[in-house]
């Protein structure tokens, strides 16, 4: 996996936090001044938000401390629950897993998705999700363009229709077609089998070598796994099939706050607002790409595009 893609992955295989978390906040001594502390994971999209974050609020003359890109989903959950950080942007479908409740209908909805999530964290945690960006980051199938408009394809229904009829030939990794909450998932809700001798099975989870098989061909591969936000998802010319029966949970990213931290600063809510309403699918495609592609730095992206937006004076 490149690293951008692997806190993706392990982001749905690693994020029980267990007691453990929970004992490092009680016991934790809880910061009541100094600068709001800003973190964000590390992979791409974490970089490109928590930079956003922590200009947006430079910006509203909030004091603050850059911890970015700290580490992956559980090293940065726990020390936020720790308060030993502030504030970092997160998705509202972890929380299925954060609260131990995978099973709830509710993660794949939008807005139950990002209510629950917001009700559960500060019932136990007194953490408060902000507004969060429409785009969901979650696993998906994108086909190449000229296919896609070839075929009519816009939705997974679209997509197992001309799969039945041999028409797509999906290019995905092992895990993505073994685990129930994957294609299987898929499967499950779509009422079809997508047939695997139309399947090439990729070592590793690397959307970057999924999407790279589908725009050049390789194999007859016209389909790729993908997460919803990839950047290379743009820049190689593939469109995203909607899931139209939600079978995926929803993962739209947000910035979450301790209580204590946004009472203190209450400037944090209005100027994270617009940046992150700002933010739809197509164009966190496009600003992920002009990292994870052009090689841009994340925070030189993210400023240019608070500038655009108006966001940044």
Do not use: C
Not at 11 to 36: K, N, Y
Not at 55 to 80: D, H, Y
Not at 116 to 130: G, I
Not at 256 to 281: G, M, N, Q, W, Y
């Amino acid at each position: 996996m490149s690293e951008a893609k692997t806190p993706r992955a392990t982001r749905r295989t690693m994020l029980a936090l267990g007691a453990t978390a929970m004992l490092a906040r009680s016991a934790a001594a809880q910061r009541s001044g100094g600068p709001v502390v800003v973190s964000s994971k590390i992979d791409t999209e974490g970089a490109l938000l928590g930079n956003m974050i922590l200009l947006a609020l430079q910006n509203a003359g909030v004091p603050t401390e850059a911890r970015l890109a700290l580490g992956p989903t559980r090293i940065v959950r726990q020390a936020l629950l720790a308060g030993e950080i502030d504030i970092y942007p997160e998705y509202t479908g972890n929380a299925a897993f954060f609260f131990r409740r995978p099973e709830d209908p509710a993660w794949r909805d939008s807005e139950r998705a990002a209510a629950l999530a917001a009700e559960l964290d500060k019932a136990e945690n007194n953490l408060v999700w902000l507004d969060r960006a429409k785009a969901n980051n979650t696993w998906a199938i994108a086909v190449r363009r000229d296919v896609a408009q070839r075929l009519n394809l816009r939705t997974m229904s679209d997509l197992f229709a001309a799969a039945q009829r041999g028409e797509v030939k999906l290019a995905a990794s092992a895990e993505f077609v073994e685990s129930a909450a994957a294609l299987p998932a898929f499967e499950k809700a779509y009422g079809g089998t997508f047939p695997r001798d139309n399947i090439v099975v990729l070592p590793g989870g690397d959307t970057a070598v999924t999407m790279r098989a589908a725009a050049q061909g390789i194999s007859g591969v016209n389909a790729a796994m993908v997460y919803g936000t990839d950047g290379a998802i743009a820049a190689l010319d593939l469109v995203v099939m909607r899931d139209d029966k939600a079978a995926q949970p929803v993962y739209e990213p947000a910035p979450v706050v301790r209580a204590e931290v946004l009472e203190r600063h209450p400037a944090i809510r209005t100027a994270l607002a617009p940046v992150f309403s700002s933010l739809d699918l197509e164009t966190l495609q496009k600003l992920n790409a002009r990292i994870a592609v052009e090689g841009q730095p994340a925070a030189a992206v993210a400023r240019a595009h608070l500038v655009a937006i108006g966001a940044l004076r």
